[in-house]
């Protein structure tokens, strides 16, 4: 999981573009202009580069990757950990992403089919996505046009708006041609990212098999969908938590279903998702499990709710807290839909019995 996890985040730096607000040589409109005006279709292409990872001035991680990516969707990604020298790759094909850490005994398959996952998302895709996610809680800049690696790319600077930001501050040079990312930065907190290609090259003749991995005699293939979630009803919610959970009474807001999922592996837990809708259109959904122990599983505390500390994710549009033993996790649909709004709903939510 640690490689899906890795490239989940360089996935992100993938996503983290967006519009500027201030001219330079270029303005807003004319880049604007130009993402409508590029062709929407993948990118062929074979490159090599490094992420580095700062904590308290010094190097915490450094990690080497190679890519191959096709236009039909295939991808491939090969990491070394500098430190340790784990070698990782995980191979997108058809729409099953396959990943191995060398030395393990089993690999993770994940079908990728009817799923909206950034890795397969074209790079227009990419840039078009985080216009909304980002507007509202960055302010963004034009730095200027610079040329990296023989590319001709806009510097854009987003800085967040909250020290709280969960993405943090950050800096894209992004070509001009194709909205490729050949270098980012990222800084949340006492973490520094740095990722940046140091070989490029578009439109390359692949080999037949690069888009496949061959596994080791002897290891196991995971599949981490297996773990389909079971439709259920309120009743069979709380027995599947093993305790009586805040709900929202349908009043307020129509409930269009729930979903009762058992994961195994790392989370290993039993989790309750009610998804709520207004008009038939889905507005937001409440994740209930218990809450999770353990170093790192503690919220942000950066927000209040319910008379409790919260941890507010401006960016992706979710809030948390923890009351009486469950984590409750919302994460709003609707774009029309304001946090505030959804503070005041949940405000007024009572134990299911009490219904």
């Known amino acids: 999981m640690k490689q899906l996890i890795k490239w989940s985040l360089l996935g992100v730096f993938l996503l983290l573009i967006s519009a500027c607000g201030e001219e330079v040589s270029v303005s807003s409109e004319e880049i604007f202009s130009n993402i409508i005006e590029t062709d929407d279709q993948p990118i062929s292409y074979y490159g090599e580069g490094k992420i580095t990872v700062y904590q308290d001035d010094g190097v915490s991680e450094s990690i080497l990757f190679t890519e191959y990516a096709g236009t039909n969707g295939e991808k491939k990604m090969i990491t070394i950990e500098e430190k340790s020298g784990i070698k990782s790759t995980a191979v997108i094909n058809q729409d099953i992403l396959v990943n191995y850490q060398e030395g393990s005994e089993t690999a993770q398959q994940i ?11 074209t790079q227009k895709e990419q840039f078009s996505n985080m216009l909304d996610m980002m507007q509202d809680s960055h302010s963004l800049e034009m730095m200027g046009e610079e040329e990296v690696m023989e590319l001709d790319t806009y510097h854009i600077k987003l800085t967040a708006d909250s020290k709280s930001s969960l993405l943090g501050d950050m800096e894209f040079w992004v070509d001009q041609k194709t909205w490729f990312i050949v270098k980012a930065n990222s800084a949340s907190g006492e973490i520094r990212t740095e990722t940046e290609y140091t070989t490029i090259e578009f439109n390359p003749s692949f080999e037949e098999d690069t888009f496949t991995l061959d596994l080791p005699e002897g290891v196991e293939m995971e599949a981490l969908d297996d773990n389909i979630p079971e439709p259920g009803t309120i009743e069979e919610a709380v027995e599947a938590l093993g305790a009586d959970f805040l709900v929202i009474d349908e009043e307020q807001q129509q409930l269009d279903r729930i979903e009762i ?8 837990r039993t989790e309750v998702t009610l998804y709520y809708v207004n008009e038939e259109i889905p507005s937001f959904s409440v994740s209930v499990f218990p809450t999770p122990q353990g170093e ?4 942000n505390n950066d927000a209040q709710l319910r008379g409790l500390n919260a941890e507010l994710m401006e960016e992706i549009r979710n809030i948390s807290w923890d009351e009486q033993g469950l984590r409750y996790s919302v994460m709003i649909d609707h774009p029309d839909i304001t946090m505030e709004e959804i503070k005041k709903i949940l405000e007024k939510m009572k134990l299911s019995s009490e219904l």
């Not at 079908?111 to 998302?121: A, M």
């Open 296 to 299: 790192g599983m503690e919220l």
């Open 261 to 268: 999922h058992e994961f195994d592996g790392e989370l290993n």
């Open 111 to 121: 079908d990728l089919t009817g799923t909206e996952s950034p890795l397969t998302f």
